[in-house]
């Protein structure tokens, strides 16, 4: 490969490097949304939650001087609890998500979130084959590989919206308002990175094409 798409090609796992850390953070952490219910009493303490693709936490908190009547911020101190969902360990408890949640959804979006964990590794292990066995032509099915797994982590994300607008939405749950926190967001940046990234890299390791009319593709650098 020449120096130049080298440098291209280190540049973009660089990127994608940075994508399976974000995936990572998004699949293991619980602030995907922040959920809020209504508050009666200003005065009167009340339970907001965050959850992500495995677990809920929920907090008892002192809402505070805000206009709404939503309890939050979730930033403010109280009592912390935290179980995973009934679904993936049935000894923990979670009434709270039991009728307000769809088991399906949540099923669905850690599912595909784990496919998107096994694309990476799969992907990350031809990259290194490449490099080490100087065979250039791995790196095609680790950026489809890549891609893919941004393609899950998107998947993932809009499930995961859908379960909480229809959450919300329900005349069966508490929440009146809610927001997606800073895991939604790693996750967004990470389907961006690991898409745009596995695409380019795709486009960087494809055999160059004849530049004139009497040039042919036998003429191209040989691959190792």
């Not at 805000?66 to 979730?74: A, V």
């Not at 891609?147 to 607008?165: D, H, P, Y």
């Not at 959450?167 to 800073?182: F, G, H, P, R």
Request: proline share 5%.
């Amino acid at each position: 490969m020449p120096q130049t798409e080298a440098l291209k090609v280190r540049l973009t796992l660089l990127c994608v490097l940075a994508g399976i850390v974000l995936a990572l953070v998004a699949v293991v952490t619980d602030h995907w949304a922040v959920l809020s219910p209504h508050v009666e009493h200003r005065n009167a303490s009340c339970q907001a939650a965050h959850f992500g693709l495995w677990r809920i936490c929920t907090k008892r908190i002192v809402p505070g001087d805000g206009r709404d009547r939503s309890c939050g911020p979730i930033t403010l101190p109280g009592e912390k609890n935290c179980s995973y969902f009934r679904h993936f360990n049935p000894g923990e408890s979670s009434e709270i998500f039991e009728v307000t949640t769809q088991k399906e959804y949540s099923i669905s979006a850690a599912a595909i979130a784990i496919f998107s964990l096994g694309f990476v590794i799969v992907g990350t292990a031809c990259a290194l084959l490449s490099f080490r066995k100087k065979r250039d032509y791995l790196l095609r099915p680790a950026a489809m590989f890549f891609a893919f797994a941004g393609l899950c982590i998107f998947v993932s994300v809009e499930v995961t919206r859908q379960s909480v607008k229809r959450m919300v939405d329900s005349e069966d749950t508490a929440w009146i308002k809610y927001y997606y926190s800073w895991s939604f967001a790693c996750a967004c940046a990470a389907f961006v990175l690991l898409f745009l990234g596995g695409l380019a890299l795709l486009l960087f390791s494809l055999p160059r094409m004849p530049q004139n009319p009497w040039e042919s593709c036998m003429d191209a650098e040989p691959e190792h």
